[in-house]
């Protein structure tokens, strides 16, 4: 059984940071990938990685500010939160899958996601 299990979620004052991390469980992946809910809003990509670390992409709005990176060893992607402000609030979900595509429809499996608020 696939399972993705999040962590680091928070609150944080703007211009602060924050890590995620997700562990994959039951499965190897080929694409690993963050994706947000603000609050109102459709879920979005911020950040996806493939198998090479060459292989990253990111959403205009988190360009400079976040870095995602994986551990093939240890089956986990981590999302690097830097210089945060009110915009990047939301519902933070890992997601894993097989084919190398940035729509949420690609993505297989999915975490359970993890609460970000960032405050004035």
């Known amino acids: 059984q696939v399972q993705l299990a999040e962590s680091g979620g928070g609150s944080v004052q703007a211009g602060g940071s924050l890590r995620l991390s997700c562990v994959a469980s039951g499965d190897t992946f080929r694409m690993m990938a963050w994706f947000r809910q603000p609050p109102g809003k459709d879920r979005e990509l911020v950040a996806a990685a493939g198998w090479n670390r060459n292989n990253v992409n990111y959403a205009d709005s988190v360009k400079g500010r976040f870095t995602i990176s994986r551990d093939l060893v240890k089956n986990t992607v981590i999302l690097d939160m830097n210089s945060l402000i009110p915009e990047h609030t939301g519902i933070y979900y890992c997601?894993?899958?097989?084919?190398?595509?940035?729509?949420?429809?690609?993505?297989?499996?999915w975490g359970q996601g993890t609460q970000v608020t960032v405050s004035l």
């Open positions: 997601a894993a899958g097989h084919t190398v595509a940035l729509f949420e429809g690609a993505y297989s499996d």
